[in-house]
Every structure is written in structure tokens, then in C-alpha cells.
């Protein structure tokens, strides 16, 4: 029996498709986009890399109310 998902894989292909052919098409503006959203993060900290060192280097360790 076909499912709602089997019924979107070949319309979900095209578009995939499509998208892969206007980035092949455009490639010189789809990389400076890419760079400006990449600033973009950056400036305004979107997704965070300062998250690799939250704690400013220093790694404290607290255990029920108490730093160990």
C-alpha cells in the first residue's frame, strides 16, 4: 500500500532537481550569497560558534550545588 510520503518522492526529485540546476546555472551568485549569509551569522551570532568555548576556556564542574 502506497503511503503520503511515497505519493511526494517524485515531485520532491523535481524540485530537487530544479534547485541543483538554478545553482549550477548561477554559480558566481549563489556563492556570493552564500558568503554574505555566512557573514551574516557571524555578525549577529546565529547559529553560534562561540558555542565551541562557552565557558571562556575554563571548564568549571558544579555537583549539587557545589563546584568540584
Request: aromatic content about 6%; some cysteine; glycine content about 6%.
Amino acid at each position: 500500500m502506497a503511503s503520503v510520503v511515497d505519493s511526494l518522492t517524485a515531485p520532491l526529485s523535481v524540485i530537487n532537481a530544479l534547485i541543483v540546476a538554478l545553482c549550477l546555472k548561477n554559480q558566481d551568485s549563489l556563492k556570493q550569497s552564500i558568503e554574505t549569509l555566512d557573514q551574516l551569522y557571524d555578525d549577529y551570532q546565529i547559529y553560534g560558534r562561540d558555542e565551541m568555548d562557552p565557558s571562556g576556556g575554563e571548564i568549571e564542574i558544579f555537583h549539587q550545588g557545589s563546584r568540584v
